[in-house]
């Protein structure tokens, strides 16, 4: 279960990049072509939250089965800079993405403007991937 978990995880991470990535790049090209924000447009920012709230659901069941979760957290572990990642970096920062992406395609499901339907992904995709980026175990991930 564990392992599957795991593993999981870790491919779902690709997933979420590239959703991210292509849903930003139309979200500009939509911007700056100033096209109308039609239901494709809509389904373009799918891309890049569907893969992150499932990676989300998966981070959170791995939160409380990996031995690199919340048992982690050991007397101490904020001194200890891999045992603060992971007890404490890593799932704050994603979540925090996490609401940046669902706010950004919430807005641009409800504003009326166009442009600011796209700049609403583009913008608030594009803060949610750097904070992931940010925070991604790199050491670990993706493997050697
Ligand atoms: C956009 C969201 C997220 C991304 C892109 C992401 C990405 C990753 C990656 C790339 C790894 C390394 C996997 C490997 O070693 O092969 C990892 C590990 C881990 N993540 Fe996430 N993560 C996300 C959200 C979360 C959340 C919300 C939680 C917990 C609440 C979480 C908990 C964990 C745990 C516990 C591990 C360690 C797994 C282990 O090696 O046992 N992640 N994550
Ligand atoms: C397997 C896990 C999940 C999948 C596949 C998923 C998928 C989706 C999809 C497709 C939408 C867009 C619906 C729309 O077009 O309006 C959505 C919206 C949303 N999801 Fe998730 N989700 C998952 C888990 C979660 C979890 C665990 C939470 C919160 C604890 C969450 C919170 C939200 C919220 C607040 C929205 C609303 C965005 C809006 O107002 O448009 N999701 N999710």
């Not at 779902?12 to 100033?34: C, H, Q, R, T």
């Not at 809509?42 to 989300?56: C, M, S």
């Not at 608030?124 to 980026?133: D, E, G, N, P, V």
Request: charged content about 15%.
């Amino acid at each position: 279960m564990y392992t599957g978990l795991q593993h999981f995880h870790s491919f779902m991470a690709y997933l979420v990049l590239l959703g991210l990535i292509i849903s930003i790049v139309f979200a500009f090209m939509g911007m700056s072509g100033n096209k109308p924000f039609t239901d494709k447009d809509r389904k373009r920012g799918l891309l890049g939250l569907i893969p992150a709230h499932l990676q989300w659901v998966l981070g959170v069941i791995l939160y409380f089965l990996s031995p690199k979760g919340i048992d982690m957290a050991t007397e101490g572990f904020m001194k200890v800079s891999e045992q603060r990642f992971y007890v404490l970096e890593h799932p704050l920062t994603m979540i925090i993405a996490l609401i940046l992406i669902t706010v950004g395609y919430a807005r641009s499901k409800r504003l009326q403007d166009d442009k600011k339907r796209f700049s609403s992904i583009a913008v608030f995709y594009t803060l949610a991937l750097i904070l992931i980026l940010a925070r991604i175990p790199w050491g670990e991930w993706p493997g050697n």
